[in-house]
């Protein structure tokens, strides 16, 4: 079944700077990636996703970029605000179980003012 | 426009309780499914259901069971909880469709003592 990895665990940024997550999937038959914002008492929220059509996309501050051949994709916010601190969590949908996400480990954000 | 609606938010049980966690979503999705989280652990598939009448397990089923009589009606029974059933959990919704994004609850926190 799909395996996601996500890489670091914690990160610590000063406002202004940028901030990269990294995921990586194990099923080469997984085609929707989405991230996931999840603040301290709240369900998890999406912020983007990206399909395996294409290989970035943008929304504002915020892009995912997607590399099939390699099995890893990226989130990457520019411009960090305090707002941003959350823990982030990467996914991949799989075969199994219907339409299942897989979700890596989670990434605790720190955005320091 | 309410989306996923978990009730209750925080519960505390005694070992060999059972309870149910309601769900409840408005956008007549038919795909539901119920994940805990667990600290470092991400979240993790309990059961999910495809349609009305239609259930079936995930990764961690055990010592719970769900029914879906409704599109919009998805509970967790917890038969009879234990210590390690603590966790947080999120109920989801989304169109059948796999590469259709899913719609958190902002999830049950709940204790068993």
């Known amino acids: 079944g799909e395996n996601v990895e996500q890489h670091p665990s914690t990160l610590s940024v000063q406002e202004g700077d940028s901030a990269v997550i990294k995921c990586t999937y194990s099923?080469?038959?997984?085609?929707?990636f989405p991230w996931y914002k999840q603040e301290l008492g709240k369900g998890p929220q999406l912020i983007i996703d990206i399909r395996s059509n294409v290989g970035e996309k943008k929304d504002q501050r915020i892009a995912v970029t997607l590399n099939k051949t390699a099995k890893h994709f990226s989130l990457h916010i520019t411009e960090t605000q305090p707002e941003d601190s959350a823990v982030y969590f990467c996914?991949?949908?799989?075969?199994?179980?219907?339409?299942?996400?897989?979700f890596g480990a989670g990434t605790i954000l720190r955005v320091k003012s | 426009n309410a989306g996923v609606t978990q009730t209750p938010k925080f519960q505390v049980l005694k070992t060999g309780q059972s309870m149910t966690l309601q769900c409840a979503q408005d956008?007549?999705?038919?795909?539901m499914s119920w994940y805990r989280q667990d600290p470092g652990m991400g979240l993790r598939l309990i059961h999910y259901s495809v349609g009305a009448g239609i259930t079936d397990q995930g990764e961690v089923p055990n010592g719970y069971n769900v029914s879906r009589s409704t599109t919009e009606d998805f509970p967790l029974r917890l038969l009879s909880a234990a210590p390690s059933q603590t966790s947080v959990y999120f109920c989801?919704?989304?169109?059948?469709?796999?590469?259709?994004?899913?719609?958190f609850g902002d999830g049950t926190r709940l204790s068993i003592l």
């Open positions: 989801a919704s989304s169109s059948r469709d796999r590469s259709q994004p899913q719609h």
């Open positions: 956008m007549n999705h038919e795909y």
């Open positions: 099923d080469s038959a997984s085609n929707y």
């Open positions: 996914a991949a949908n799989s075969m199994e179980y219907g339409n299942k996400l897989v």
